[in-house]
């Protein structure tokens, strides 16, 4: 198993990679100062109606799957430390969620140039929607990717 519970203790580490400009650029995606960070995790990303798990390599958290309800759909999001990449494992992550987290449709928003998350929701069964507001708020192009029943 790949995925644990997260706790804690993973938050500080979780702070960390969501203020890697490298994976910033990649998600599109903009960091929170560590109050509002902890913040959005406490209140928000671990409420127990969500599913939110961290990825483990040797038992260590290496980065996070969650999903949650927004506007009546289900989406999903992830994150994995750089020194992680490149190895599958994030497709490995999904995978085993998507054994936990049942719902379908299930989506996730990605940005049309993040080719290696888009590459990970393909190989996992998303394929790519048209949507009816193709773009960021910010002007970058987005993905609507769907895992149908
Ligand atoms: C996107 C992310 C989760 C990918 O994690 P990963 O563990 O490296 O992904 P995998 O190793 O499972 O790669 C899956 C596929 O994507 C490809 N891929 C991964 N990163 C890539 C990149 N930067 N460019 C091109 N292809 C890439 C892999 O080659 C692989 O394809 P293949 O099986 O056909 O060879 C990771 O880079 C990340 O956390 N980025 C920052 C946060 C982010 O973008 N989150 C998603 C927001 S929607």
């Not at 203790?9 to 990649?26: G, K, S, T």
């Not at 960091?31 to 995790?41: C, L, Q, V, Y």
């Not at 969620?97 to 049942?102: G, Y």
Request: glycine share 6%.
């Amino acid at each position: 198993m790949l995925l644990r519970n997260v706790t804690d203790e993973d938050l500080p580490l979780f702070f960390e990679h969501q203020r890697d400009e490298v994976a910033l650029r990649m998600a599109a995606f903009p960091s929170r100062e560590r109050e509002a960070f902890m913040t959005h995790w406490r209140t928000k990303v671990l409420r127990p109606e969500n599913v939110t798990r961290a990825i483990t390599v040797d038992g260590r958290a290496a980065g996070y799957i969650s999903s949650w309800e927004q506007n009546g759909e289900r989406l999903i999001a992830y994150w994995m430390g750089r020194e992680h990449w490149g190895r599958g494992l994030a497709t490995r992550a999904l995978s085993e969620f998507l054994t936990v987290e049942r719902t379908r449709p299930l989506h996730a928003c990605v940005a049309a140039h993040n080719v290696g998350s888009i590459r990970v929701l393909e190989k996992c069964g998303f394929r790519a929607e048209p949507q009816q507001n193709p773009r960021h708020e910010d002007g970058v192009a987005e993905l609507f990717m769907t895992l149908s029943p």
